[in-house]
């Protein structure tokens, strides 16, 4: 045998190897921003389970925009848990691709959803343009950088945020509401596809005076690019956002992964994996955990999706195609 | 070539099944599969689709900006072409390989490099925003990447055709009098001209589908830097598969009847030469 030969021999055999000892894997399809999040939570689990099930678990990660990687577990992606940062994504995959039964919601507490973040604003050093809050963002001299939310959950977010801010402070009308939202993208100088690349737009490009965008991102900001080249600005008032996890039925039947898939989404609420959670600036829901990192989470006055009717009725109401968002998108556009 | 004509190499009727087969395969089904996807549209909501005011502005965006691209690399195509057959200088073979970079870069690759490079605090969209032209996150900056990508396609096509023509005919038309202007016309041109819009056509079509390079350049605002391929993927967003390949069904009908149009009117001018 040939020398070649027999290192192509040594490098499958040990490929075999390699994969016979990993006795169970696990796909969890998640969305982009939360790559941090699961770098930290994997070992953890994995530790935490080979410890009590004397197993190898290999876990593999998938990440993308969160409805791209939706409609790819509709398309056939055989993903055991999917995480992700709507729940409209979710219900998506039990409306078009059937793959998670109806009532995934209910599986765990929270509404299946192990932590949250919310909407805040992130500014230049100094505040230069003194942006306090939402209502600063409407100013003729600001620029205001926000992922578009035709594409992006992030984006979504951002408007919700910024309507029920608005309908807080007018005591509910609906059409001051509108008036300033549209105000507010009317300050909106470029539409990123995902809350990524608007970060990338407003840190690396220095495009705009204010971001807005997830806590969470705004610690990855601060490690990427250092703490002292932004404030935070937290609004008086923001939308809580919930990121929803759910196993995905069909797929661990198939592949005899329930146990396991449940076990590594039910440790997500256990102090340990709300430790990590924390850790990566998403809130957790544990109440000792969340004491412990009061400091890095300013109690800030909260409404949530549920405001609207839910995600659901949400993004009928405003991002569906010719509803509110499309209507202001084409109010501004004229004014230009 | 006859149905049944006896060629020197044989396995006709073996290669055409082939080619059918594989065409069939390749393309045909994919598209017929697109078409009868959007058939669960009824006519009037499919219409109520292409026809939304943001979708018709984006149909402008993206034909336009391809139309632009087209034909700034039809000028600057044929004139790198001509240099690098005509002339010979130190660094040809590198500037040559050069050409076919846009083919092999990933396009978000290049969109994102475009994007930096001529952002307001760009290297070259620093000073550009100094003068008070801005092309990062405008219809330019559109205009700009799907330059960048469709570049190759011109060069390529009218080099061979450059490298064969024969020099002696330029030689002849000289020496019969004419001016080098007529001879460009009248000699150069003619010959090169079913390369160039062969060239402009596969640029054009190229450009027409692009979406990694522009979506981060184009600053993607409503109505104004929009292209098409944004609102299928928006659409998509939406899981609104049917929105989206109606949108898809016009580009593609509409770029199909471009190339043939294209295509006529090179079959046109050919045979016309003779």
């Known amino acids: 045998m040939s020398k070649f030969k027999k290192i192509v021999l040594a490098i499958s055999l040990s490929g075999f190897s390699a994969l016979s000892w990993a006795d169970t894997t696990l796909l969890n399809v998640s969305y982009d921003v939360m790559r941090d999040f699961y770098k930290d939570y994997n070992p953890v689990f994995q530790k935490y389970y080979e410890a009590k099930y004397k197993d190898k678990l290999t876990i593999q990660q998938s990440h993308g925009g969160s409805s791209k990687q939706a409609r790819s577990v509709i398309d056939g992606l055989e993903a055991d848990v999917v995480t992700m940062n709507q729940s409209t994504d979710i219900d998506a995959i039990v409306e078009k691709g059937r793959q998670i039964n109806p009532g995934w919601e209910k599986k765990y507490a929270d509404e299946a959803a192990p932590f949250s973040s919310m909407q805040v604003l992130i500014v230049r050093k100094g505040n230069p343009k003194g942006i306090k809050d939402w209502a600063d963002l409407i100013k003729p001299n600001v620029q205001v950088v926000v992922p578009n939310p035709k594409t992006s959950g992030n984006g979504r977010y951002t408007f919700l945020a910024a309507w029920g801010a608005a309908l807080k402070q007018n005591g509910g009308n609906e059409a001051k509401a509108r008036d300033f939202t549209r105000a507010v993208f009317a300050n909106v100088p470029l539409l990123d596809a995902g809350g990524r690349a608007a970060t990338t737009t407003f840190m690396q490009r220095q495009m705009g005076d204010v971001l807005v965008t997830f806590e969470n991102e705004a610690e990855m900001i601060a490690r990427e690019f250092g703490r002292g080249n932004f404030e935070v600005i937290y609004p008086s008032v923001s939308i809580d956002a919930d990121l929803p996890v759910a196993l995905v039925d069909k797929v661990v039947d198939k592949r005899g992964t329930r146990k396991v898939a449940d076990e590594y989404l039910r440790y997500l609420w256990s102090p340990e994996g709300q430790e990590v959670a924390a850790q990566n600036y998403l809130r957790p829901r544990n109440a000792a955990v969340a004491a412990k990192y009061a400091k890095q989470f300013p109690a800030i006055k909260l409404f949530g999706v549920a405001e609207f009717g839910g995600m659901k009725a949400a993004q009928k109401k405003f991002f569906d195609d010719g509803a509110i968002y499309d209507q202001i998108s084409a109010e501004i556009a004229k004014k230009r | ?274």
């Open chain 2, 1 to 274: 070539m006859k149905w049944k004509q006896s060629s020197v190499l044989p396995g006709f009727n073996l290669a055409l099944g082939y080619s059918v087969l594989y065409l069939s395969l390749i393309v045909l089904l994919p598209l017929a599969a697109l078409i009868s996807k959007s058939m669960g549209l009824d006519w009037a909501s499919f219409w109520a689709i292409v026809t939304e005011p943001r979708v018709v502005a984006s149909y402008k965006v993206t034909f336009g900006a391809s139309l632009i691209a087209a034909l700034i690399n039809l000028f600057v195509g044929l004139l790198i072409a001509w240099v690098l057959v005509r002339y010979s200088f130190p660094g040809k073979r590198f500037i040559d390989a050069l050409v076919d970079l846009p083919f092999a870069l990933p396009t978000a690759v290049a969109g994102i490099a475009l994007a930096t490079l001529y952002a307001p605090n760009g290297l070259l969209g620093a000073p550009l925003d100094q003068l008070g032209i801005k092309i990062a996150f405008t219809p330019a900056g559109i205009v700009l990447a799907l330059t960048f990508i469709t570049l190759p396609f011109v060069v390529r096509t009218v080099q061979p055709v450059l490298e064969d023509m024969e020099k002696e005919l330029e030689e002849a038309a000289s020496s019969l009098g004419a001016t080098r202007w007529q001879i460009f016309c009248k000699v150069i041109l003619p010959t090169i001209f079913p390369a160039l819009l062969t060239g402009f056509t596969l640029a054009f079509a190229r450009a027409i589908g692009e979406f990694g390079s522009v979506i981060f350049i184009a600053g993607n605002m409503p109505f104004k830097s929009e292209i098409t391929p944004l609102m299928i993927i928006s659409k998509l967003e939406q899981y609104d598969y049917l929105g989206a390949t109606a949108i898809a069904v016009v580009m593609l009908v509409v770029s199909f009847a471009l190339l043939l149009l294209i295509n006529g009117l090179q079959w046109w001018v050919t045979r016309h030469r003779r």
